[in-house]
């Protein structure tokens, strides 16, 4: 039988590195991959690593919110409106725009702050939206119109507005 110095496997290469060492870098690298990525059903057990089961992070993760905090819609929202991650990035930043005075101001001054405001005149919502321009600045995936939408919906469009075409669009502004 060979001595652990004249194993191949024990043998150190140039890089300082033994077979054995390498071996198990890599099943280090693999496991941490597999729980990073929170892959369902994959057992390395030949790796040498336990079975990973999904976690209820991991599952909620999937649905789209990753950032810091708590998510800006609860998951029944995010799954119906499909929200990516970077959506529901805008959501969060449009509701802290939204509580500002000057949009609460552009509310009171356009509808009387209410959100579900049709009044026949071919603008819609909080804010006022027309018909063309709704569907313009995506409003379209929550509503036909903005009146329709939920109030965070309302607020994400209004923000996506002001932020490419500033306080223009409402004259009360």
């Not at 994959?42 to 649905?63: D, E, H, L, Q, R």
């Not at 998951?75 to 990035?89: A, D, T, V």
């Not at 063309?132 to 009146?147: F, H, I, P, Q, S």
């Amino acid at each position: 039988m060979a001595s652990p110095a004249q194993c191949s496997v024990h043998r150190v290469r140039g890089d300082g590195y033994t077979r054995m060492d390498m071996y198990q870098r890599l099943v280090a690298i693999v496991t941490g991959m597999v729980l990073a990525l929170g892959l369902v059903g994959f057992t390395a057990t030949s790796a040498g690593a336990a079975p990973v089961t999904p976690t209820a992070k991991s599952k909620a993760n999937k649905v789209g919110w990753q950032g810091k905090g708590k998510s800006p819609l609860n998951q029944k929202k995010i799954r119906q409106y499909k929200l990516k991650y970077r959506e529901l990035r805008e959501i969060r930043e449009a509701r802290a725009w939204a509580k500002g005075w000057k949009p609460r101001a552009v509310r009171a001054c356009e509808s009387g702050g209410n959100y579900s405001i049709n009044t026949g005149n071919g603008y819609y919502g909080a804010y006022q939206f027309a018909y063309g321009t709704w569907l313009g600045v995506g409003g379209g995936r929550y509503a036909r119109t903005a009146n329709q939408a939920p109030r965070f919906a309302q607020d994400h469009m209004a923000w996506k507005l002001w932020r490419s075409q500033g306080w223009g669009p409402w004259g009360c502004a």
